[in-house]
T-cell receptor, first 113, second 117 residues
Framework: EDQVTQSPEALRLQEGESSSLNCSYTVSGLRGLFWYRQDPGKGPEFLFT???AGEEKEKERLKATLTKKESFLHITAPKPEDSATYLCAVQAGYGGATNKLIFGTGTLLAVQP | SAVISQKPSRDICQRGTSLTIQCQVD?????MFWYRQQPGQSLTLIAT?????????ESGFVIDKFPISRPNLTFSTLTVSNMSPEDSSIYLCSVVGLAGVGTDTQYFGPGTRLTVL
C-alpha cells in the first residue's frame, strides 16, 4: 500500500536555527513528490515538485531534496514567518494518467524570534 | 497566477441536512479534485470531478453521500449529504492544468470549514 510518513510531527526552532523535515515514502512507482506549506485556516500552498532521486529544488530559505526512499525539506536560518505546517505528498502509479496525491500528516513548524 | 475560490468559507450545520460547496477558478483547468482534511489527519482524496460526466470516487467515498458536479472547465460543486458530526472537516478543492504551469502540480483553494452539530 502506498504510504507517506512525515517526521517530526512538530518542530520548534529559534530564529536562525537551521533544521530539516523528513518525508519517507513507499509507493508503487513514484511519478512525483510534492511539498506544500499550509497556514492556519488556508489551503495548501505549492512549494516544490521533485521527480527523481538526486534532484534538488530551492526557494529562498527552503531546499528540497529527494532520494529513492525519502525527501528532506531543509530550512536555513528560518524566520518567524516560516512558521506553518509543511505537507509532503506523492503521486504514484505506473503508466496511464493519474494525478492522485497521497499526503503525509505534516510537520508543524514554529519559529520563535 | 490563477485564483481559486470556495464558497462558503465556513458553515455550521445541523445533522441530517446537506451542504453544497462551490469551487470556482478564474481560468480553465483540465482537472478538478475534492479533498477532505479531518482534524489531525492528512488530506484524503474524495473524488475527481469530471467535466460533463460522473465523478470518479476513491475507496470509502460514495456518490450518494458526496454528489459532485462539474458543468464546465472552471467550476465544480461538492455536496455533503445527510450530515453527521463525523463529517466535520475542512473540504478543499484542487486543480491541475493551469495555464503556464506543469500538468502534474495541484493548486488548492482556501478550503471550507464545516462543523456539524
Amino acid at each position: 500500500e502506498d504510504q507517506v510518513t512525515q517526521s517530526p510531527e512538530a518542530l520548534r526552532l529559534q530564529e536562525g536555527e537551521s533544521s530539516s523535515l523528513n518525508c519517507s515514502y513507499t509507493v508503487s512507482g513514484l511519478r512525483g513528490l510534492f511539498w506544500y506549506r499550509q497556514d492556519p485556516g488556508k489551503g495548501p500552498e505549492f512549494l516544490f515538485t521533485l521527480y527523481s532521486a538526486g534532484e534538488e529544488k530551492e526557494k529562498e530559505r527552503l531546499k528540497a531534496t529527494l532520494t529513492k526512499k525519502e525527501s528532506f525539506l531543509h530550512i536555513t536560518a528560518p524566520k518567524p514567518e516560516d512558521s506553518a505546517t509543511y505537507l509532503c505528498a506523492v503521486q504514484a502509479g505506473y503508466g496511464g494518467a493519474t494525478n492522485k496525491l497521497i499526503f503525509g500528516t505534516g510537520t508543524l513548524l514554529a519559529v520563535q524570534p | 497566477s490563477a485564483v481559486i475560490s470556495q464558497k462558503p468559507s465556513r458553515d455550521i450545520c445541523q445533522r441530517g441536512t446537506s451542504l453544497t460547496i462551490q469551487c470556482q477558478v478564474d481560468s480553465q483547468v483540465t482537472m478538478m479534485f475534492w479533498y477532505r482534511q479531518q482534524p489531525g489527519q492528512s488530506l484524503t482524496l474524495i473524488a475527481t470531478a469530471n467535466q460533463g460526466s460522473e465523478a470518479t470516487y476513491e475507496s470509502g467515498f460514495v456518490i450518494d453521500k458526496f454528489p459532485i458536479s462539474r458543468p464546465n472547465l472552471t467550476f465544480s460543486t461538492l455536496t455533503v449529504s445527510n450530515m453527521s458530526p463525523e463529517d466535520s472537516s475542512i473540504y478543499l478543492c484542487s486543480v491541475v492544468g493551469l495555464a503556464g504551469v506543469g500538468t502534474d502540480t495541484q493548486y488548492f483553494g482556501p478550503g471550507t470549514r464545516l462543523t456539524v452539530l
